[in-house]
Nanobody
Framework: QVQLVESGGGLVQTGGSLRLSCAAS????????MGWYRQAPGKQRELVAT???????NYADSAKGRFTISRDNAKNTMYLQMNSLKPEDTALYYC?????????WGQGTQVTVSS
């Protein structure tokens, strides 16, 4: 069983920055893929960015050039540095971890960008 705890969300003005963290704990054999997703009210959950165990990254078009995903394998922690935030980035941000044949979701951290 893997537990994921996100942190770092909050209220920020347009153009501001936030850094989200996702700490994984529990029985972790091998984390293959980590990712950030978000869900705005009334919308489907969508991919923001992913990072593999070899640090290969992938970003949604909306995140390219503004967000940076990274991970610290020794700490089983993933980060999302978000810069130049826009009101449309307002959402509940979730981390997702794929470990072996299983995947896990965190409880989410709220990001609100005011105009």
């Amino acid at each position: 069983q893997v537990q994921l705890v996100e942190s770092g969300g909050g209220l920020v003005q347009t153009g501001g920055s936030l850094r989200l963290s996702c700490a994984a704990s529990g029985t972790i054999f091998r984390i293959n893929l980590m990712g950030w997703y978000r869900q705005a009210p009334g919308k489907q959950r969508e991919l923001v960015a992913t990072i593999t165990s070899s640090d290969s990254t992938n970003y949604a078009d909306s995140a390219k050039g503004r967000f940076t995903i990274s991970r610290d394998n020794a700490k089983n922690t993933m980060y999302l540095q978000m810069n130049s935030l826009k009101p449309e980035d307002t959402a509940l941000y979730y981390c997702r971890v794929v470990a072996g044949a299983y995947f896990y979701w965190g409880q989410g951290t709220q990001v609100t960008v005011s105009s």
